[in-house]
């Protein structure tokens, strides 16, 4: 059965740092792109970094220079290391496998299966 598990989410203030964790069990992590999505209560999902197959990564603007992503295949990990945490960073914070052997796609209606969510909720 293919399981995506999210944690390492909390709160913290602004300017803190959190790192999330995400582990893949039941199928072929190395061949999927991998991603990170945000929601708000009544918004839709938007997409925070993707990390492909072969490495190559992408992210949103709002976050660029501030987070990070990472997988570790061995482990079966995706993780976000998340600096710089600002208020509008508040949400939660899904998980979620993309298309396989090849690039990651934007749209979120392409990923799945995703994760039940990690809370990130950064004060002023």
């Known amino acids: 059965q293919v399981q995506l598990v999210e944690s390492g989410g909390g709160a913290v203030q602004s300017g803190g740092s959190l790192r999330l964790s995400c582990a893949a069990t039941g199928y072929n992590y190395n061949d999927y792109c991998m991603a990170w999505f945000r929601q708000l209560p009544g918004k839709e999902r938007e997409g925070v970094a993707t990390i492909d197959n072969g490495g190559v990564t992408w992210s949103a603007r709002s976050v660029r220079g501030r987070f990070t992503l990472s997988r570790d295949n061995d482990e079966k990990k995706l993780y976000l290391q998340m600096n710089d945490l600002k208020p509008e960073d508040t949400a939660m914070y899904y998980c979620?496998?993309?298309?396989?052997?090849?690039?990651?796609?934007?749209?979120?209606?392409?990923?799945?299966?995703w994760g039940q969510g990690t809370q990130v909720t950064v004060s002023s």
């Open positions: 979620a496998r993309g298309p396989r052997w090849r690039g990651c796609p934007l749209r979120s209606s392409e990923y799945r299966p």
